[in-house]
Each structure stands twice: as C-alpha cells, then as structure tokens.
C-alpha cells in the first residue's frame, strides 16, 4: 500500500505532467514550495525508493520550481529549492546512466545527459544565484528542468533512451526477440531490476546494436 506522501505525487497520465510551467513572477505566493520540499525530503515509496529531486509539477502545481535532495561530497544530503531555474550552459560531454522518476513508479531508463551544466535560479528569498554542477546533482537538475517543460525522459517515449526495467518478469526469449528485430527498441516487457537481469538487458541491448547499429527486419 502506498503511504500519505507517495500518493501526494502525480504519476502516469496526469495531465499536469504534460504542461510548460509559468514562470514564478515577484508577486506569486510560493506556499506550495513547502509542500514541495517536504514530499521530496520524506518521499519513500514501499520499494524504499526515496526521492533524489522533484518538480512543482509532481505535486500538481505547474510553476518553475524544483528542489534537489542530494548527497553533497561530505556525504551529506543537501535540500536545495531552485526558483525559475534556467540552464546557461552545458558541457558537449554526456554521460550515460539510469534513471528513474517518482511520477513513473518501477520505470527505469538510461538516459544520456550533459555531464556538467551551469544554471542560474533564484533562491527562495528571491537571490539570484548562479552555479556550475557535474556528475548527480547535474543530471537530477537536467531531469527536473526537464518536467517543468512537460517533459520526463523516464515516463517518456524517446528514441534515444532505453528502458532496462522491470519489478516482476524475468527477462525472457521475447524480449531477446523484439530488441534484436529493431533498433532503438523499447524494451516493453518490465524487465527485473537486479544485477543479473540488468547485465543481461545491457548484453541484449548491446547485441542488437540500440544506437541504429541493429538490422532491421
Ligand atoms: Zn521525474
């Protein structure tokens, strides 16, 4: 059974997940920012899935806010609220890693970002701040922009994104077969999310050449 906070998270087909957010202008009230922060600090799903950034959006409210949860180098975990975040720069190296998203429960994609971007926002005092960010922090600011313009790579059908999921099946002969009969294929069966299962995805993967090295049939 889900708890109180995970059901305050808008999933699937929920149409806010879908809109371009408004900006926060000087006169807006931002009450819901506490809401905001505290979903993303208590989140914890009943898979012990907790929450690594969220988005005004996934609380229903569809204006420019996000807030990151993430270990800092101290090992510390860093609550960070980013009003009217903007991405100024980004680097021309990507990095390849999963991802998963609150609003898209038991879904995991690899997903290729920019390995450090620099973003300007306003704190919740309304200070401008600017900052460069790399490795987690700046792919879970990449992935959060991102909802604020409707957009999730997770719940999202992109062609550059593989899905290695699955919370049940073992990965099976079928499976095997619709990788290998196209590129860029989704893989449409939920796909088991331990390490062997997710090497032998990978290896399918690999083998059927996702990238638009595979044959088609
Ligand atoms: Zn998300």
């Known amino acids: 059974m889900s708890s109180k906070i995970e059901r305050m998270v808008r999933t699937w087909d929920d149409p806010v997940l879908k809109q371009v957010c408004t900006a926060v202008e000087p006169g807006d009230k931002l009450d819901f920012v506490e809401k905001l922060v505290m979903v993303a600090k208590k989140y ?110 997770v719940g999202d059908d992109s062609p550059d994104d593989v899905d290695v999921i699955d919370e049940s099946a073992p990965f099976t002969a079928d499976d095997a077969k619709a990788l290998s009969g196209e590129p860029n294929v989704k893989v449409i069966r939920r796909l088991s ?15 059927a050449g996702i990238g638009g090295k595979g044959r088609h049939s």
């Not at 429960?105 to 390995?115: C, E, I, N, S, Y």
């Not at 999310?193 to 083998?207: D, F």
């Open 44 to 153: 914890r799903s009943a898979a012990g899935v907790t929450a690594a950034g969220l988005a005004a959006p996934q609380i229903g409210i569809a204006k420019r806010v996000i807030v990151t949860n993430c270990r800092n180098t101290r090992g510390t975990v860093a609550t960070r609220t980013m009003i009217n975040p903007a991405i100024y720069a980004r680097s021309l190296e990507t990095e390849v890693a999963e991802e998963g998203c609150l609003s898209y429960p038991g879904k995991l994609k690899r997903v290729r970002r920019h390995a450090w971007i620099e973003v300007s926002w306003l704190t919740l005092e309304r200070r401008p701040m600017s900052q460069k960010f790399s490795g987690f922090e700046a792919r879970v600011i990449q992935h959060e922009v991102d909802h604020l313009d409707g957009v999730c790579r």
């Open 193 to 207: 999310t331990s390490a062997i299962h997710r090497t032998a995805i990978l290896a399918a993967v690999l083998a």
